[in-house]
C-alpha cells in the first residue's frame, strides 16, 4: 500500500461530459502529480502541485485543469470529455517537489469514455 | 521505441532464474535513477533507486546498476518468482528538475 489513494477507481461517461478525479497524497507528502497512461503511450506526466502551488506542467490539454487543496488533496477536472481521453490517469505523490526522489503511486483511476 | 501494452517488450523467464532488465536513459545531467513495477490493475511501485554518485546498489533480491558512461541502468532480479511478474520501467530525473521522465517499460513474464 503507498498511502496514496484515489477515487473513484472505475469512471464510464459519455463524450462531451466532464469529471473530477481526486487524489489524496501519502500522508507528509507536499507534492502531488498527475499522469495518464493508455496502452499506446507511456506514462505521460500531465501536471505537479507542491503545496497548493501549480510547479511544473507537461503535456497537459486545455480541456484539462487541477487544483491543490489547502489540505493537500488534489482534484483533476476533465471536460469536453473525447473517446481518445479514455486511459487510466494515476496520481503520485512525494515528500517536496524536487525530480531527485521516488514518487508514490495510487492504484489510478480508469476512465472510459463511451 | 518502447511502448507500453501491446508494443511493450517482453522477458520471459523460468521461476528460479536471475532477471536483467535494462534502460537506457538521456539525459547526462541527469543524477537521480529509480525503478518501478506496475502489476496488472495497480500503480506503479518503486522497487530501488540510485544516486549518480554510486554504481551498484543492492535492495532485497535486486540490484541496480549503473553506468554513466554509457547512460545505461539495469535491473537484477534474483531468484526471481511468479509475482515477480509485472511491467518494469526506470525513470530518470535531478534535483534541477521537478519531473522524471519514465521510460515505456519491460514486460516481464515469469513461468512457473
Keep these: ?114 | 521505441g518502447e511502448s507500453v501494452g501491446l508494443h511493450l517488450p517482453t522477458l520471459s523467464v523460468q521461476e528460479g532464474d536471475n532477471s536483467i532488465i535494462n534502460c537506457a536513459y538521456s539525459n547526462s545531467a541527469s543524477d537521480y535513477f529509480i525503478w518501478y513495477k506496475q502489476e496488472s490493475g495497480k500503480g506503479p511501485q518503486f522497487i530501488i533507486d540510485i544516486r549518480s554518485n554510486m554504481d551498484k546498489r543492492q535492495g532485497q533480491r535486486v540490484t541496480v546498476l549503473l553506468n554513466k558512461t554509457v547512460k545505461h541502468l539495469s535491473l537484477q532480479i534474483a531468484a526471481t518468482q511468479p509475482g515477480d511478474s509485472a511491467v518494469y520501467f526506470c525513470a530518470e530525473g535531478s534535483g534541477g528538475s521537478y519531473i522524471p521522465t519514465f521510460g515505456r517499460g519491460t514486460s516481464l513474464i515469469v513461468h512457473p
Excluded at chain 1, 45 to 72: C, T, W
Excluded at chain 1, 89 to 109: I, K, L
Design chain 1, 1 to 114: 500500500d503507498s498511502g496514496v489513494t484515489q477515487t473513484p477507481k472505475h469512471l464510464i461517461t459519455a463524450t462531451g461530459q466532464r469529471v473530477t478525479l481526486r487524489c489524496s497524497p501519502r500522508s507528509g507528502d507536499l507534492s502531488v502529480y498527475w499522469y495518464q497512461q493508455s496502452l499506446d503511450q507511456g506514462l505521460q506526466f500531465l501536471i505537479q502541485y507542491y503545496n497548493g502551488e501549480e510547479r511544473a506542467k507537461g503535456n497537459i490539454l486545455e480541456r484539462f485543469s487541477a487544483q491543490q487543496f489547502p489540505d493537500l488533496h488534489s482534484e483533476l477536472n476533465l471536460s469536453s470529455l473525447e473517446l481518445g481521453d479514455s486511459a487510466l490517469y494515476f496520481c503520485a505523490s512525494s515528500v517536496s517537489a524536487g525530480g531527485n526522489q521516488p514518487q508514490h503511486f495510487g492504484d489510478g483511476t480508469r476512465l472510459s469514455i463511451l
